[in-house]
């Protein structure tokens, strides 16, 4: 059974950064593009960041394009997510998943697993 444990989240001031972490156990993580997403209250969840399973492709949101980096530690079975310049309206909870299919996809419902997610609040 494939599990994802996200960590790295927390309070952070606006123009600070984050480093977001995402472990994959019981399953092969190189068999896998994976991605990060976030929801904030009230809002769908929505495509943040993803990267293929060589790490060699990366795709963003407009919205995190440039302050954001997604990669990958196929070693140690782990994804990350770099966030600086971070703004208010990036304060949610990021979720990590993983997708066993070769094509990209921003479909939340295309992806097989999803981690319990980490909460990111940023102060203005």
């Known amino acids: 059974q494939v599990q994802l444990v996200e960590s790295g989240g927390g309070l952070v001031q606006a123009g600070g950064s984050l480093r977001l972490s995402c472990i994959l156990s019981?399953?092969?993580?190189?068999?896998?593009?994976m991605g990060w997403f976030r929801q904030a209250p009230g809002k769908e969840r929505e495509f943040v960041a993803r990267?293929?399973?060589?790490?060699?492709?990366?795709y963003y949101a407009d919205s995190v394009k440039g302050r954001f980096t997604i990669s990958r530690d196929n070693a140690k079975n782990t994804v990350y997510l770099q966030m600086n310049s971070l703004k208010p309206e990036d304060a949610a909870v990021y979720y990590c998943?993983?997708?066993?299919?070769?094509?990209?996809?921003?479909?939340?419902?295309?992806?097989?697993?999803w981690g319990q997610g980490t909460q990111v609040t940023v102060s203005s």
């Open positions: 019981g399953g092969t993580f190189r068999n896998y593009a």
């Open positions: 990267i293929s399973w060589s790490g060699d492709s990366t």
């Open positions: 998943a993983a997708d066993s299919s070769v094509f990209v996809t921003r479909d939340t419902r295309r992806y097989d697993y």
